[in-house]
């Protein structure tokens, strides 16, 4: 049986809290990247984020969308994490990264597409 779109998205939160990235399945932890990211930036805001985070939840968060077919935001995340220190031009940035990052339902159609396509990708941490 394939793992649901709700199955496969609560198992890549848990992919990053358990520490269990390195060893998830390559759909799980392109999309705990993507997670991990956003769902940090959404109540904290971007420039916490880019103060708080190392440059590997970026790349991470710029794989997986890759992986989805979306934009290549790599070029942003550099941007920002040279500018790092600048608190003013961070959050010049943030409206910005609203813009580029898809929205929610956007987001859930292109893994909703990628799992039907390849479901061995995913996995819904069910042994």
């Given at each position: 049986m394939?793992?649901?779109l709700h199955?496969?998205w609560?198992?890549?939160?848990d992919?990053w809290?358990?520490?269990?990235?390195?060893?998830a399945?390559?759909?799980?932890?392109?999309?705990?990247?993507?997670?991990h990211?956003?769902?940090n930036?959404?109540?904290?805001?971007?420039a916490w984020?880019?103060e708080?985070?190392?440059?590997?939840t970026?790349?991470?968060?710029a794989?997986?969308?890759r992986?989805?077919?979306?934009?290549?935001?790599?070029?942003?995340f550099?941007?920002?994490l040279?500018?790092r220190?600048d608190?003013?031009?961070?959050?010049?940035?943030?409206?910005?990264?609203?813009e580029?990052?898809?929205?929610?339902?956007v987001?859930?159609r292109?893994i909703l597409?990628?799992?039907?396509e390849?479901?061995?990708?995913f996995?819904d941490?069910?042994?």
């Open positions: 394939e793992p649901s199955a496969v609560n198992h890549s939160i992919v809290l358990d520490d269990s990235f390195e060893t399945s390559q759909g799980t932890k392109m999309l705990a990247g993507i997670q990211l956003h769902n930036v959404i109540p904290e805001g971007l984020a880019v708080t985070f190392e440059e590997v970026f790349r991470r968060a794989e997986g969308l992986y989805f077919g979306f934009r290549d935001l790599d070029p942003f550099t941007d920002l040279v500018n220190n608190l003013e031009y961070l959050n010049s940035r943030e409206d910005e990264y609203f580029l990052f898809p929205e929610d339902a987001l859930e292109a597409a990628r799992l039907s390849f479901p061995d990708e996995d941490g069910e042994p």
